[in-house]
Nanobody, 126 residues
Framework: QVQLVESGGGLVQPGGSLTLSCVAS????????MAWFRQAPGKEREIVAA????????AYADSVKGRFTISRVNAKNMVSLQMNSLKSEDTAVYYC???????????????????WGQGTQVTVSS
């Protein structure tokens, strides 16, 4: 029913910036919190940022705090991740995800999300 499509990934030099976007179709986007996850080669998927359904509350992994900003525009069914001061350690496939339970809460646990996009590759390298 709900589909999430990410875009904006690419190759960037260390210290550079990228903005990822995720557009949802189907369902009630406004009712659900969203998150960005990433998975680097050989590593487990990890949550990097989350936002509640109204956009008033945000949470970040310590590894990206101060560098990444999550935001959403509900009128466009869109959630974005602005990434600044990128490091090689940020190289990963980035996924957006939607909560399975409609609530106004932010969740930083993977089991709160059950709908996933296909992912977009971010590579930080010289």
């Amino acid at each position: 029913q709900v589909q999430l499509v990410e875009s904006g990934g690419g190759l960037v030099q260390p210290g550079g910036s990228l903005t990822l976007s995720c557009v949802a179709s189907g369902g009630n986007f406004n009712s659900y919190g969203m998150a960005w996850f990433r998975q680097a080669p050989g590593k487990e998927r990890e949550i990097v940022a989350a936002i509640n359904r109204n956009g008033g509350y945000k949470a970040y992994a310590d590894s990206v705090k101060g560098r990444f900003t999550i935001s959403r525009v509900n009128a466009k069914n869109m959630v974005s991740l602005q990434m600044n001061s990128l490091k090689s350690e940020d190289t990963a496939v980035y996924y957006c995800a939607q909560q399975w339970r409609a609530s106004g809460l932010v969740s930083m646990t993977a089991d709160a999300y059950d709908i996933w996009g296909q992912g977009t590759q971010v590579t930080v390298s010289s």
